[in-house]
């Protein structure tokens, strides 16, 4: 993919959650099952980051569960930062308890190089990225991310990701446009990517790629991490997501 296609994808998903950040904040008010699945996980880590934290649900979640770590979220949607730092805020503590948890929301874009250095507090034990890489086209853009990724994570942490499979859902297969709908033509983008419409509160399009587990292998090697477990999870067939756990491997080149 060339960096002029990569830069119009990038542009359409801006303006789509610049756009509809109310309407998709009010559709994601619970967590996901495969995200519920993980929580245990994620409620015992010290240092947590979130890329592409949206409206904050997971750290309301985690407060009120009770997690005394340290929670950063990012997202480069000033709407969904504003939603999150709304409604997401600390525990409160009981005497002889640990430190209430410290939730902290700043903004940041992925596809923006240097995103990683306005980050607090690091290393940090989990990373964590729901719904965020198949928004970002092109492998180079994904290895760019991966391999920050891997930098940010303290020894023995580990990256928790989740990609939308929406091709094993015929009712949101249907939502496929042809490309030409976003002024690009299927020769300009790479197999896998997608165009998808968004109908609630108006029509807007949304850049999305469909990953396959062996696709997602192959990145994690080419990234020095190995993967530790996969599972789908979502939706109204429980397949809607694939959630993957990786972790760095040992020898890195």
């Known amino acids: 993919m060339d960096s002029t296609t990569c830069a119009a994808l990038l542009a359409l998903n801006h303006q789509f959650y610049q756009t509809f950040a109310l309407q998709f904040s009010a559709t ?29 649900e997971l750290a ?17 949607s000033p ?27 700043i903004p940041g874009d992925l596809a923006q190089p240097g995103w990683e250095e306005t980050l607090p507090q690091t290393p940090y034990d989990l990373v964590l990225a729901f719904a965020v890489l198949h928004h970002l086209p092109g492998e180079a853009l994904r290895r760019q991310v991966l391999q920050a990724v891997r930098r ?57 790629h469909h990953f396959s587990q062996e696709e997602l292998t192959a990145l994690a090697q080419e990234c020095g991490f190995s993967v530790l477990e996969s599972f789908v999870s979502d939706g109204e067939n429980g397949q809607s997501s694939l959630y993957q756990v990786w972790q760095p491997s040992f020898i890195y080149f």
């Open 60 to 76: 309301r979640r985690l407060v009120k569960q009770g997690t005394r770590g340290q929670y950063v979220g990012l997202d480069f």
């Open 28 to 56: 994601r008010q619970r967590l996901q099952p495969g995200v519920q699945r993980l929580l245990p996980e994620l409620l015992r880590a010290d240092r947590l980051l979130d890329l592409g934290c949206g409206n904050g």
């Open 152 to 208: 940010l994570l303290a020894p023995g942490g580990r990256f928790i990701f989740s990609n939308w499979q929406f091709l094993n859902s015929p009712r949101l297969a249907q939502r496929i446009q042809p490309w030409e709908a976003a002024g690009l033509s299927p020769a300009q983008v790479d197999p896998g990517d997608y165009l998808l419409d968004w109908r609630a509160g108006g029509r807007g399009l949304r850049y999305v």
């Open 79 to 105: 709407g969904l930062l504003q939603a999150a730092e709304g409604e997401a805020s600390p525990g409160e503590a009981s005497p002889g308890d640990a430190s209430p948890a410290q939730v902290l929301f």
